[in-house]
């Protein structure tokens, strides 16, 4: 029956354009995720009700159904799937009638012709024991009907697919199971906050699967995402462990590495309520040790803060040779193994007209991080050293937008024993994987920084000026620096 259902979404697909079902948010499951996401239910109630929001043409409700129609307590199911595009809705209907006569247990079948966000707005019913989901993909306006009836956990431009994963929650019954696919970018960051906070305390999670290939996993969509599945019950009881497995791609979900860890090891007990995915016991290990340092860069008077000018939006602005109208403009081009290195030999403009002050910052010593890695790269974090005594006839600079710096919330001086131990901490190995952890993307963000534990001042300083000492500024001493600190905790 799948394979069938696969030939017939594979004949829409060649009817749209891609650029037309990505204004939707349209992209098919494959036939084993399908079946991966149906065998990850628990349920084996007498009646069970199925909800599969964003439905397509039924592939994950055919993948369940199948499932739980052999199994023996299981004696009635109904089910209803919400598709709000007419084209789809009818090769939906189609597959759903067909599928009729082959599962013998189900009872009922609703199509919900609407939009699922909004038909459910006001319902207070919580009446699905299984909802299962691959939830359209695609940013929404802030002021979109679908963002405005889900105010309280939208911040910012949300993207739908997490408020798919909100109303799923609420129309949930009381240790009801939801599966969902969906992308990683809710684990963290600031946009996702409100959702988090609101999402975690109501649902738990059992179960997260990764996916070690960006480009497999949608692989007849050719869809580049960092994706995650997740099962999560409806209880305001904390389980003690949740299950995390990876395969390498769709196609290979018999070759999978499996790890239970510690809930609190994995969704964060605080207001961010970060979700980590540790994927074996060495990342298990950088959270733990890493989690035992109890201060925060806002503890010591600092935070990270991204680079004040967007070139694009300041052209008129950027100059190539330096003058007494101008001032630095400090970017990734800079970074040269820890230090900065100005002007570069490149032929881009490196300096900025004074006359836009919101664009300056005084020159000081900061921490450099650039904000943005290509895939390729070995590190996510990658710091560089920047001194205010490099540009003594400066009294300000500027930063480009691609990178952040650390710098003191009251304006004064980073001292330079601080300031080159915070260097050790983000230029280790530890600290790149913990970020790894947290975040799947290849950006670093200002919020995800300010939250990573550090250790405490005195510590950092030692660090610092043993490496002011010791002049190696690779990721090899600076993991032999903080090593020696974690060994004597
Ligand atoms: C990512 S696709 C997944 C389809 C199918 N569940 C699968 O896994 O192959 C999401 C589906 O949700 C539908 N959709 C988009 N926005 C919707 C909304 N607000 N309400 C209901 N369905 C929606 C799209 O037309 C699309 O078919």
């Known amino acids: 029956m799948i394979d069938e259902i696969i030939n017939v979404t594979d004949k829409y697909i060649n009817t749209k354009s891609k650029v037309e079902r990505k204004k939707i948010g349209q992209f098919f499951t494959s036939k084993e995720t399908a079946i991966f996401m149906a065998n990850l ?20 409700s055919i993948a369940l159904l199948e499932k739980l129609n052999n199994i023996q307590d299981i004696k009635s199911i109904e089910i209803d799937l919400y598709e709000n595009d007419e084209n789809i809705a009818l090769i939906l209907e189609k597959n759903m009638q067909r599928v009729k006569n082959s599962i013998t247990k189900l009872k009922k079948i609703k199509i919900i012709k609407d939009n699922f966000i909004l038909h459910n707005e006001n319902t207070t019913e919580r009446i699905y024991d299984i909802i299962i989901s691959n939830p359209p993909y695609k940013k929404i306006g802030k002021n979109s009907k679908e963002a405005i009836a889900m105010k309280d956990v939208v911040y910012g431009q949300p ?7 909100e109303m799923a929650e609420r129309v949930l019954k009381d240790d009801g199971e939801m599966i969902f696919i969906v992308p990683r970018s809710w684990t963290s960051g600031a946009y996702f906050k409100k959702f988090r906070q609101k999402f975690l305390d109501n649902v738990k999670l059992t179960n997260i699967h990764l996916f070690v290939s960006r480009d497999k996993v949608f692989s007849r969509e ?3 995402q960092e994706t995650m599945i997740l099962r999560a019950i409806k209880s305001k009881e904390t389980p003690p462990k949740v299950i995390i497995t990876e395969s390498y791609s769709n196609s290979d979900f018999n070759k999978i590495n499996k790890y239970e860890i510690n809930y609190d090891l994995c969704v964060e007990n605080n207001d961010e309520r970060y979700v980590y995915l540790p994927t074996n016991e060495k990342d298990i290990k950088v959270l733990r040790t890493i989690n035992r340092f ?20 300041n052209e008129s602005s950027l100059e190539k040779k330096a003058n007494s109208n101008n001032v630095p403009l400090l970017s990734s081009i800079h970074f040269k193994n820890g230090i900065i290195q100005f002007p570069s030999k490149l032929e881009e403009p490196q300096y900025i007209k004074k006359d836009n002050t919101s664009l300056l910052q005084k020159n000081m010593n900061y921490l450099f991080i650039k904000r943005f890695s290509s895939k390729e790269e070995n590190r996510r974090v990658q710091p560089a050293i920047f001194l205010k005594n490099q540009f003594n006839n400066y009294d300000f600079i500027s930063t480009e937008n691609h990178i952040n710096y650390i710098c003191t919330s009251d304006n004064s001086e980073i001292q330079e024993d601080l300031l080159y131990g915070l260097y050790v901490l983000y230029n280790s190995t530890l600290y790149d994987q913990y970020y790894r952890i947290l975040n799947g993307s290849t950006q670093v963000n200002a919020t995800e920084v300010n939250n990573i534990p550090i250790p405490n001042e005195n510590e950092i300083k030692k660090m610092g000026k043993y490496l002011r000492e010791n002049k190696d500024l690779s990721s090899d001493n600076c993991n032999n620096i903080l090593m020696e600190v974690i060994d004597n905790e």
């Open 222 to 224: 050719n869809v580049l």
């Open 159 to 165: 993207n739908i697919y997490f408020l798919f994963m």
């Open 41 to 60: 239910s628990r349920s084996h109630k007498e009646k069970i009700k199925i909800l599969d929001a964003g439905a397509g043409t039924g592939i994950l």
């Open 294 to 313: 109890d201060t925060k860069l806002n503890d010591l008077g600092l935070k990270l803060k991204t680079g004040l000018t967007v070139d694009f939006r």
